[in-house]
């Protein structure tokens, strides 16, 4: 499965949707105390690096978008820094660093709860 983290089975809170990129910048945003259009910037603050690094990453587990589609939302990046975020965030969840995992759970409750 590419190192990616198997969510199939997940209960989505209306069935047979899956969330938007732009909920799951908004969670990421709320999650990290910054704020979309920063996420969405060219800023490269490790905060707001790692914020929109967990949105590419949630982007990519959570919906059907291909990289390209991700990186047009956002911020209108290239689909190789989309990939990179992606493999940055799988890299650090498998280290146990900076509490990862913790902060990739929480956005994504974020972005079930609705």
Request: hydrophobic share 45%; with cysteine; charged share 25%.
């Amino acid at each position: 499965m590419n190192g990616m983290i198997d969510w199939t089975g997940i209960a989505f809170t209306t069935p047979g949707t899956r969330p938007k990129i732009a909920d799951i910048v908004a969670a990421s945003a709320i999650h990290f105390g910054v704020t979309e259009a920063l996420i969405k910037g060219e800023c490269r603050a490790r905060q707001i690096a790692r914020a929109r690094q967990v949105a590419y990453f949630l982007a990519r587990e959570l919906t059907n978008a291909s990289l390209p589609a991700i990186a047009r939302e956002i911020g209108d990046k290239d689909h190789t820094t989309v990939l990179w975020g992606v493999r940055k965030i799988t890299g650090m969840i498998k280290d146990n660093r900076e509490d990862m995992a913790a902060s990739v759970k929480a956005v994504r409750d974020l972005v079930l709860s609705g």
